[in-house]
């Protein structure tokens, strides 16, 4: 899902950068009002998760790979903000560093990981366990379709975006500039390998994680309807 450069028009990633600016003004100043100080340490290791997990790549048929991002895991144990902050530094650090995604293309990257995925699978998270007791069996699937569907919807937001190119931004002969795949290809290339793999390696992750926070660190979980307040 890691858009590199040359696939989007410079004015598609520019849009999207600029979108990303108030949500990481926003998000800032939501974590200098909320985030306690003991837990700006889970703020960094949730910046380090996404990073690793992220580098796991499991094979598809068609020759690429998938992997699991995390987003959601983070906004339901920090809160959306602070996984829109951890997930934008992690995919920073990925394209500067690693060339995992294009440094153009951050804005692109951090709109789809770092926004859609974290807030949506947080509100649907919330949606589907409210109620519930800390580490209940409801609680740990939640957190399995919650991260399915945050990952799916993250790709179907980066497959509009390769989509769209070449209904915008074509030469005089109508030879794309940037990604030469329409909606029609696009769109199904992206969703087919999230929707039978990397969304079901993301809900895995997320259940299996949520599962080992609530056995070995319960109070991370007994804070979560403070943060659904604060979101």
């Not at 983070?74 to 530094?89: D, E, H, K, Q, T």
């Not at 949606?127 to 409801?138: A, F, H, Q, W, Y």
């Not at 993250?154 to 005089?172: D, K, R, V, W």
Request: include cysteine; glycine fraction near 8%.
């Amino acid at each position: 899902m890691h858009i590199p450069d040359g696939y989007l028009s410079p004015s598609t990633c520019a849009t999207l950068g600029v979108v990303m600016v108030p949500i990481w003004y926003r998000a800032s100043a939501k974590l200098k009002k909320t985030l306690d100080v003991s837990r700006i340490p889970l703020l960094a290791m949730g910046a380090v998760f996404s990073f690793l997990i992220m580098m796991f790549n499991v094979p598809i048929p068609d020759g690429t790979t998938a992997h699991a991002i995390g987003a959601t895991l983070i906004a339901i144990v920090l809160g959306p903000w602070a996984a829109a902050i951890s997930m934008s530094v992690a995919l920073i650090i990925q394209a500067l560093i690693f060339g995992d995604g294009g440094i153009l293309a951050i804005g692109a990257n951090t709109f789809n990981m770092a926004f859609i995925a974290p807030f949506t699978g947080y509100y649907i998270y919330q949606l589907i366990c409210r109620n519930t007791s800390p580490g209940s069996k409801r609680q740990i699937i939640a957190g399995a379709v919650a991260g399915y569907i945050a990952i799916n919807l993250a790709a179907l937001a980066a497959s509009i975006e390769f989509g769209i190119q070449p209904l915008f931004f074509t030469t005089a002969d109508g030879t794309p500039l940037y990604c030469p795949y329409g909606l029609n290809v696009a769109i199904p290339a992206m969703m087919i390998t999230h929707l039978t793999i990397a969304g079901i390696v993301e809900g895995i992750v997320t259940a299996a994680a949520l599962k080992f926070i609530a056995h070995h660190s319960s109070d991370m979980m007994l804070t979560q309807t403070k943060i659904g307040e604060e979101a």
